[in-house]
């Protein structure tokens, strides 16, 4: 039987945490905090589930130097493809593809331990449209999530537009000077040509979902879009579908 399967009620196996409390003389909280943090072993196996059953014969071990302290709150940046959402419902989900086969660690002096606690109650911040595709921001941290939707008017988020269609000089004004959408006043923008069929976006102000709008209203068919940054934070080496950990040093 494997430390993460639950038997029947009747073979005298008990939770995890009860065990571990018994063993430690600590309190249940305390036992939870331990099993969380990925200190706990069962017959050598590492188990984060405090609810796991454990049988009387079975071996339960702690890390050695392991407190029983909760796990910070951390923040996943994510190179969502295209066509997946983390929002709506019926869509490829993004947060499926946070698996330890898509873990992009780099060459991070200070690597973040992966735990299961880390992908429950993550908010999205700064949502791209599904057919979007690029950097995505998800968090537990509530400075984090307070600094992008206080400060979101005034962190500027770069992207590559894909486009189809022809622009004059006028046209690429009308993108930079806010006009680009009839009757409504834009905060001007940097845009330029990056390549032939592909536009460089550095928005202030502007969410990537107005960014099909503006060219629509200068002649353009927007075909594919692609979001590198966001404030301080670029997507860097992140192959499609990959994630990491925002370090400890980084900010938007």
């Known amino acids: 039987m494997s430390p993460t ?57 702690v890390a050695a130097g392991a407190k029983a302290e909760h796990v910070p709150p951390v923040t996943i940046l994510l190179h969502k493809p295209a066509g997946y959402s983390v929002q709506a419902a019926g869509k490829l989900n993004a947060l499926d593809l946070l698996t330890p086969e898509n873990w992009h660690q780099g060459d991070t002096p200070a690597p973040i331990r992966m735990l299961q606690k880390h992908f429950q109650n993550l908010e999205c911040l700064e949502p791209l449209p599904v057919p979007a595709s690029g950097l995505t921001v998800l968090t537990q941290d509530r400075r984090i999530a307070r600094k992008l939707t206080d400060d979101a008017l005034y962190i500027e988020q770069e992207c590559i537009g894909h486009v189809q269609g022809s622009l004059d000089a006028e046209g690429l004004e009308c993108l930079c000077n806010g006009t680009a959408i009839a009757g409504k006043r ?5 845009v330029s040509w990056q390549s032939d069929n592909r536009l460089r976006f550095a928005l202030k102000g502007i969410f990537p979902e107005e960014i099909d709008a503006m060219c629509r209203g200068v002649g353009l068919k927007l075909v594919g879009l692609k979001r590198l940054r966001v404030g301080r934070i670029s997507m860097a080496k992140l192959d499609e579908g990959q994630w990491r950990y925002l370090m400890p040093w980084e900010r938007f």
Not at 26 to 52: F, K, M, W
Not at 186 to 190: G, M, N, S, V
Request: aromatic letters at 2%; hydrophobic letters at 35%.
């Open 186 to 190: 834009l905060p001007r923008t940097k």
């Open 5 to 61: 399967e639950h038997p029947k009620n009747n073979d005298n196996s008990v939770r995890l945490s009860k065990r571990l409390a018994e063993q430690l003389a600590c309190s249940r909280a305390e036992a939870e905090l331990y099993i969380e943090n990925g200190a706990v072993q069962i017959d050598g196996v590492t188990v984060e589930h405090p609810g796991a059953r454990v049988l009387p014969q079975q071996v339960i071990t």
